[in-house]
T-cell receptor, first 115, second 116 residues
Framework: AQSVTQPDIHITVSEGASLELRCNYS??????LFWYVQSPGQGLQLLLK??????LVQGIKGFEAEFKRSQSSFNLRKPSVHWSDAAEYFC?????????????FGGGTRLMVKP | KAGVTQTPRYLIKTRGQQVTLSCSPI?????VSWYQQTPGQGLQFLFE???????NKGNFPGRFSGRQFSNSRSEMNVSTLELGDSALYLC???????????????FGAGSRLTVL
């Protein structure tokens, strides 16, 4: 069965510092990969997605993620964090076939930003 | 373009009652999925509807049900509520990006259910 692991439950970084959120997945084949962000009391907003091609993908708000097949990882990065980036971040995997939209999510990483 | 709209945003029920949550997808999106989010279990897939048919179902008891109407709007129902059903219920609609050959989900803000 597929699974997604986000090893860091909480991360605190200083504003302006770089950020890397880790995501590892277990899946039968290379899945579709996603990063979502959730602000308090809100739904999930898509940051970026990987379907195929270039393994370094750019997303919104200055985020990027790199797919590493050999490590089954899809880590999220940002070179300089802003206070407004404080939120919870979720990595997710989805099936490549046209069988639907059943995403499997990681447990999330809560990001706190120090001024 | 309006986003995914979920109603109600907040509701409080007591054990044993039932609840119906509504989701209006983005115009043109034919697939609607539902997820439950709790602090203990995280985000879990409930079910997905496409063209009024349930296409996938997660591992939830039969008390959880849903349906989709011809206009793609969807409802989910939870009967005989239990304390553990307290959660944020998220709806997502999607379109199939034919160029990418993949589906892209857009989530609503959720309906927060509290069971007392």
């Amino acid at each position: 069965a597929q699974s997604v692991t986000q090893p860091d439950i909480h991360i605190t970084v200083s504003e302006g510092a770089s950020l890397e959120l880790r995501c590892n997945y277990s899946y039968g084949a290379t899945p579709y990969l996603f990063w979502y962000v959730q602000s308090p009391g809100q739904g999930l907003q898509l940051l970026l997605k990987y379907f195929s091609g270039d393994t370094l993908v750019q997303g919104i708000k200055g985020f990027e993620a790199e797919f590493k097949r050999s490590q089954s990882s899809f880590n999220l990065r940002k070179p300089s964090v802003h206070w407004s980036d404080a939120a919870e971040y979720f990595c997710a995997v989805g099936p490549r076939n046209n069988a639907g939209n059943m995403l499997t999510f990681g447990g999330g990483t809560r990001l706190m930003v120090k001024p | 373009k309006a986003g995914v709209t979920q109603t109600p945003r907040y509701l409080i029920k007591t054990r044993g009652q039932q609840v119906t949550l509504s989701c209006s997808p983005i115009s043109g999106h034919r697939s609607v999925s539902w997820y439950q989010q709790t602090p203990g279990q995280g985000l879990q897939f409930l079910f997905e509807y496409f063209s009024e048919t349930q296409r996938n179902k997660g591992n939830f008891p039969g008390r959880f049900s849903g349906r989709q109407f011809s206009n793609s709007r969807s409802e989910m129902n939870v009967s005989t509520l239990e304390l553990g059903d307290s959660a944020l219920y998220l709806c997502a609609s999607s379109f199939r990006d034919r160029g990418l050959g993949a589906n892209v989900l857009t989530f609503g803000a959720g309906s927060r259910l509290t069971v007392l």
